[in-house]
Structure formats: C-alpha cells, structure tokens
C-alpha cells in the first residue's frame, strides 16, 4: 500500500516537471535584457566665450606729413621712435576654424620729424631755395577694433592664424614743438616762414582697420598664448593751431597733419576660455532584445 502511494507521487512529480520544463525554458528566454553600455563623452566642438589680454612693441612706417599755411612745399624727412601698447579684449571661438572678438587698447611713441620748406630759387634764403626745422612731439591713441580670425588647424598644440579687423583710433597729438627755420648757408638771408613755437594738443577720430597673423600655442585646453604680428592703419591726425615764440610771424596758424599713420606690430597676447560649447551623443532609440540560440 505505501509502495503504490510512493509510485504515485513520482508519477505526479514527473508529469509536472514535464509540463514545466518548456515554460522554465521559455521563462528563460524572457529574462530583462542588460542595461545599455554608458554615453560616450560629450563632443566639444571647440565653442565658448573666451577673455583676452595683449601686450607689443610697435615700429611707425613714415606717413605722410603736411603743413597749412607755409608758403612753398613743405616736406617732411620723418624719423620716428618706436611705441608700446597694451589692450583687452572679449570673444567667441564659433567652432574650430573660426572665432571672433572685439578689444580696445591704448597706444603711446614719440615722434621726431625733420622738415624743409622748398620755395625755389630767388627766395632768398639758400642756394637749393631751402629752409629746414625740427618738429618733435607725443603721439597717443585709443584703438577699438572688431576682429575675426579664421584658425588652420592644430599640429603638436600649435594652431597658425590668419585674421582681420576693423574700428576706430583716437589719435591724439600732443607737446609738439617747432624749432623753427634754420639756415644751414650763413651768408644767405632768407625769409623765415616758420617761427619756434609750440602745437596746440589736439585728439582727432580716425578709420582704422589690421591685418593679423601668428601662431597660438595651448598650454591647456582653456588657457592659450598668441605670439602675432599685426599691420595697423590708424588713419590720418593733426595738432592743434601752432603758438608762436614771435606772435608776428606769418605761420601762427599752422596745423602740422598726418596722414595715413601705420605700425608694425609685435604682440604677446593670453587667451582664457571660460564656457565651452558641447554637442551631446543621442541615446539608442531602444534597447535590442536579447536573443538567445540553442
């Protein structure tokens, strides 16, 4: 009796591991599939506000200087001292090829002329019918400037650029003297067309525009240095009305004026980035389902 009770429950046991066993099985295959790998990094494209600081020499071209008033032609054989300047300035690297920025800057050299009066023959004065004079002065200016920049790629953290700008210069001429004629023939008399004095100061808003080149090394990812040199046309400048020594003589309404002022410059500049643009990587639509084959 035990023995068929015993049969019993192992005939059970089996037909309901049979019924089973598939489902178990198919159970199985249900299981949840496994969490998706993780993001891969964000992609920076290079974007961001940046702040910028620079600071150069400059060496002044011979620009076109002239005088109102003087009898004759008045020539100037210009020698000139070479300047400082300093600026800031705040921009947007757009992506890695092109950024953008506008600084303001100030500006400061002595200037040095020496100059003739040319009236010809039967002046009176010397056998070339020539007068000379030394003229010599400050030359400030403030230069505001709106400036792109195209970058040509990045080999070993060095990135060469190319780039342009253009603004506004105020050019401000002040403490320039006159020395007034003198004649180098001594036998000769001449009649003087200038007279020692001292130009009026004077500030005098001009066009300006720059051509930029140079190279960009990364120190970091946000922090870059620029060594550069840059071509700068600060326009045209002129003095105020010349205050005589002799309040007779005939040339107490001169203007000493320059035109088409230009630098050469050399710049060491830092630029600090301080946000970056970023374009994420999109999630998988879904999950695929896991599969398995017998």
Same mark, same amino acid.
């Given at each position: 009796m035990a023995r068929s009770k015993l049969h019993a429950v192992v005939r059970v046991a089996t037909l309901v591991a049979s019924i089973g066993a598939p489902g178990l099985a198919f159970a199985a295959d249900l299981l949840p599939p496994p969490p998706p790998p993780p993001l891969p990094p964000p992609v920076d494209f290079a974007?961001?506000?940046?702040?910028?600081?620079?600071?150069?020499?400059?060496?002044?071209?011979?620009?076109?200087y002239a005088v109102n008033d003087i009898p004759g032609t008045h020539f100037f054989g210009e020698a000139q001292s070479g300047g400082l300047f300093a600026g800031v300035g705040v921009g947007?690297?757009?992506?890695?090829?092109?950024?953008?920025?506008?600084?303001?800057?100030y500006r400061t050299a002595s200037l040095r002329l020496s100059s003739y009066n040319d009236f010809g023959s039967g002046c009176g004065c010397d056998p070339t019918g020539r007068n000379f004079n030394l003229t010599s002065g400050h030359y400030d200016a403030a230069v505001v400037l709106a400036n792109g920049y195209f970058d040509l790629g990045t080999w070993y953290g060095i990135t060469p650029f190319v780039g342009g700008g253009v603004g506004a210069a105020f050019n401000y001429f002040s403490g320039f003297t006159d020395s007034g004629v003198t004649n180098f023939y001594a036998p000769y008399v001449y009649n003087q067309p200038t007279s020692p004095g001292v130009f009026k100061s004077k500030t005098?808003?001009?066009?300006?525009?720059?051509?930029?080149?140079?190279?960009?090394?990364?120190?970091?990812p946000n922090f870059k240095v620029e060594l550069a040199y840059r071509y700068l046309?600060? $326009?045209? &400048?002129?003095?105020?009305? #010349?205050?005589? %020594?002799?309040?007779?003589?005939?040339?107490?309404?001169?203007?000493?004026?320059?035109?088409?002022?230009?630098?050469?410059?050399?710049?060491?500049?830092?630029?600090?980035?301080? $946000?970056? &643009?970023?374009?994420?990587? #999109?999630?998988? %639509?879904m999950p695929e389902p896991l599969v398995r084959k017998y």
């Open positions: 974007g961001g506000w940046y702040l910028r600081g620079d600071v150069g020499a400059s060496i002044y071209t011979a620009p076109k947007y690297q757009f992506n890695n090829f092109f950024r953008a920025d506008v600084t303001g800057e005098t808003e001009s066009f300006a525009w720059a051509l930029h080149a140079g190279l960009a090394y990364d120190v970091t046309n600060l $326009g045209h &400048a002129q003095t105020g009305v #010349l205050t005589c %020594l002799d309040a007779s003589a005939p040339a107490c309404t001169t203007v000493l004026k320059a035109k088409n002022l230009e630098a050469h410059d050399i710049k060491l500049g830092v630029r600090y980035l301080i $946000g970056s &643009a970023f374009v994420p990587a #999109l999630p998988p %639509l």
